[in-house]
């Protein structure tokens, strides 16, 4: 796998050593807390919704507006990194991003906090790409290039993972508004470091106009897939569970689901946006999506083994918390905790495996296995009389493989590309991880309801108060966080025998949650399984082009 871009420039033109590497920090600074805000908002809705009055479906808005916005964008956005500039993009997001955090910080109810969030989800769009066409080009090859990505993948998954743990932090001891005000100041410091000592590349070339109606086929198309698969499980997949959609705001009296109307729209409209580009590609004029791209093997495979990777973590990232809060009885904070070891092996993976002269190839691959047997091994931990420091030393190690796998991927998917198209191919490769992220979600989710609500009908053949079957129904559905202990002292006999059999009942009902659960993680590792096919594409290329060199004459 070469690497086609040119970098023949004067030795006195580079910048310091030293000077590349503060640059660096200050980007990956500025990116942690960008990155931070993917996951940080999960825990601290039941804090928001109590604050603002609102309900817990509105809230959920909160969180899908952030992904509908960060996914549709993304692709356009690392257009436009190359033709501004990806330095330019990058600072023009942080300002941003300090502002739509400002806003969440102040909003007093939801429309302003769904403002704040999807100028947040913009950022996201605009930072992921421009950051990794900088990396692509500060650091062209050799070990240096392995472990600048290594740190920039560490940045962003440990972000993924540890963004629950410091949201329950400040929501449990201060308030959820500080998640997002923090931001602010932090964000000035990385914008002034970014500014002084990054160094700006050089723009795109333009061959017409800007491709507006392309632009629009693929936001509109993104943001209609995304939302579906973010909203399924609560609309319903096929069946429609409510009259009404968006907090009320439209409404559906169709027996059918809006979610796969929804997203079979989307998908034509990118069928439609692919037929287009195409078009004008062979034509020669700008287009939003250079699909020669796809005829680069190492970003082809590399972009589907990095999206098949990250579908099975979201997985963990959904699921882990849901068991620690839900059958394990843990606080936000509690919960954070015990999905901490996903985060610090993600941390650990990249840095690591950047210290060995080893083929990049194979040690991805290595990692691509390693990580559903990782996966795996959780099912059987998973139970209602279970712990959540079980769960540890298999977290620890399927974050360690996602790191490693990850950062080396990165890296090798952008080797071949111009630098030209660096941010484009970096807002493709991320926009097909948050799309197969949001689709393991939806389905994982759909999963777990799925399996645990059936035995919601047997509620009603409890000998309970209406109050008892409604606490049940709502820890089924995952929307109470903590069934409280109940007592016996000071009851009589049979109040006494009453709450047992109501305790007994929560134990079968956290035990169903496990179970499934139990599934829903094995769904997970077939996810993350199905990148080792992909990591073999890279494998086979890697032995074509070693041939292919053997071949050629002296």
């Known amino acids: 796998m070469t690497n086609s871009i040119d970098h023949t420039t004067s030795e006195s033109t580079e910048p310091s050593r030293r000077r590349k590497w503060w640059g660096f920090t200050f980007l990956a600074f500025s ?139 400040l929501s449990t001891y201060f308030s959820w508004r500080w998640a997002f005000w923090m931001n602010v100041p932090i964000m000035i410091v990385g914008i002034i470091g970014v500014y002084y000592l990054v160094r700006p590349i050089g723009r795109g070339e333009r061959t017409g106009k800007f491709d507006i109606l392309g632009s629009l086929l693929l936001v509109v198309g993104l943001a209609l897939v995304v939302f579906g698969l973010q909203e399924a499980p609560s609309l319903g997949w096929w069946t429609a569970k409510s009259d009404y959609v968006l907090n009320g705001a439209i409404s559906w009296p169709f027996t059918i689901s809006p979610v796969p109307i929804v997203v079979l729209l989307g998908i034509l409209l990118l069928v439609l946006f692919a037929r287009y580009e195409i078009r004008l590609n062979r034509k020669g004029r700008d287009s939003v999506l250079a699909f020669s791209l796809f005829r680069v093997p190492s970003f082809t495979w590399g972009t589907s083994a990095a999206a098949a990777m990250t579908a099975g973590v979201f997985g963990l990232l959904l699921l882990i918390p849901l068991y620690a809060q839900f059958v394990l009885d843990q606080n936000p904070l509690g919960a954070g905790v015990i999905l901490a070891p996903l985060g610090v092996g993600m941390a650990l993976g990249g840095p690591i495996v950047a210290r060995f002269e080893v083929s990049p190839v194979r040690a991805a691959l290595v990692c691509l296995i390693i990580q559903p047997i990782a996966t795996l091994s959780l099912i059987p931990l998973i139970s209602a009389g279970g712990e959540g420091w079980w769960l540890a030393p298999a977290l620890l190690v399927d974050g360690f493989a996602w790191g490693a796998a990850f950062s080396l991927l990165v890296s090798m998917l952008l080797a071949d ?127 074509r082009e070693a041939k292919a060199q053997e071949t050629e004459p002296a």
């Open 31 to 169: 990116l942690l807390v960008i990155a931070l805000d993917l996951s940080i908002a999960d825990v601290t809705l039941p804090s928001i919704v109590r604050d603002l009055g609102i309900s817990a479906d509105s809230a959920s808005l909160i969180i899908t507006v952030y992904m509908v916005v960060a996914a549709s964008f993304m692709v356009l956005m690392g257009r436009v990194s190359d033709l501004v500039g990806a330095k330019k993009a990058f600072l023009v997001g942080a300002v941003l991003f300090g502002v739509g955090s400002a806003i969440t910080g102040i909003a007093n109810d939801l429309g302003m906090l769904m403002a704040g969030r999807s100028m947040q989800g913009l950022v996201m769009a605009i930072a992921i790409p421009a950051s990794m066409s900088l990396l692509n080009h500060e650091f062209p090859d050799g070990r240096e290039r392995v472990l600048a990505f290594s740190i920039w993948t560490a940045v962003i998954g440990s972000a993924m993972a540890l963004g629950p743990m410091i949201g329950g932090l």
């Open 417 to 543: 590309i111009p630098k030209e198209l660096s941010g484009v191919a970096s807002g493709t490769q991320v926009a097909a991880r948050l799309l197969a992220g949001a689709f393991a979600g939806a389905l994982l989710t759909g999963l777990v309801l799925g399996s645990v609500g059936a035995k919601v009908q047997d509620i009603s053949q409890k000998n309970l108060t209406s109050t008892q079957q409604q606490e049940i129904t709502q820890l089924y559905e995952f929307q109470n966080e903590l069934v409280p202990p109940t007592t016996t002292s000071g009851q009589t006999a049979s109040e006494a025998r009453e709450i047992e059999v109501f305790d007994q009942i929560i134990e079968e009902v956290k035990e169903d949650m496990a179970t499934g659960l139990r599934l829903a993680i094995g769904l997970a590792a077939i996810f993350c399984g199905t990148g080792v096919i992909f990591g073999l594409g890279l494998r086979r290329q890697e032995k």
